[in-house]
């Protein structure tokens, strides 16, 4: 974990002001009923609540003065159930279900990069679901890791899902952007 973390660090540095790198793991645990993969916690630690290229952003605890437990579920029922077709490919059940989808990448394509809650946290896959579904594709891998295979332009999603153009950044867009809850989140 920590060589994906300090891999993702080297090639996205983390915001100059990061929001919400404070998180009340125990409080949201609670809430959400889930205990959450530990290189997502050191993400949220390093990062806090971000987005990078403008269209990708990474789900956090604190986007959002409301239950983050609520609007990860709405956002899977708006995204994938709000598309006909939508769950065709998918074998899987949304959060709150175990096992089931829950999101950790959003883009404003409605795109979706969702756990499989299921087995212990640090070794849930990943769901890649594109925008209408046409594409499911499973990683067994780490949040970090993706994220890193993204931007590094390796993982088999570049460019046909996403585009290498969003992902090739110059230098000085190679920061990530913090996101401050209810007023630039990317929906």
């Not at 920590?2 to 125990?26: F, M, Q, R």
């Not at 709405?74 to 769950?87: A, K, N, S, Y």
Request: with cysteine; proline share 7%.
């Amino acid at each position: 974990m920590a060589n994906a973390i300090d891999e993702l660090a080297s090639i996205l540095l983390p915001p100059d002001s990061p929001y919400g790198t404070e998180v009340d793991w125990k409080l949201i645990e609670k809430e959400v009923g889930l205990t959450f993969p530990s290189d997502y916690r050191e993400l949220c630690k390093r990062y806090g609540s971000f987005e990078f290229g403008n269209t990708i952003s990474v789900m956090h605890p604190r986007q959002s003065s409301g239950s983050f437990a609520t609007q990860m579920a709405e956002l899977l029922v708006d995204v994938i159930d709000g598309v006909e077709g939508g769950r065709d490919n998918l074998e899987y059940e949304n959060y709150p279900s175990i096992p089931g989808l829950f999101p950790v990448i959003y883009t404003d394509n409605n795109q979706l990069v969702c756990w499989i809650t299921e087995g212990k946290p640090d070794d849930w896959p990943l769901i890649y679901w594109s925008t209408w579904g046409t594409v499911v594709q499973s990683f067994d891998q780490s949040i970090t890791e993706f994220l890193v295979g993204l931007l590094n332009l390796t993982s088999p999603l570049v460019p046909d899902e996403f585009a290498a153009n969003w992902l090739a950044l110059d230098a000085p867009e190679r920061r990530a952007r913090a996101v401050r809850p209810d007023t630039d989140v990317l929906q």
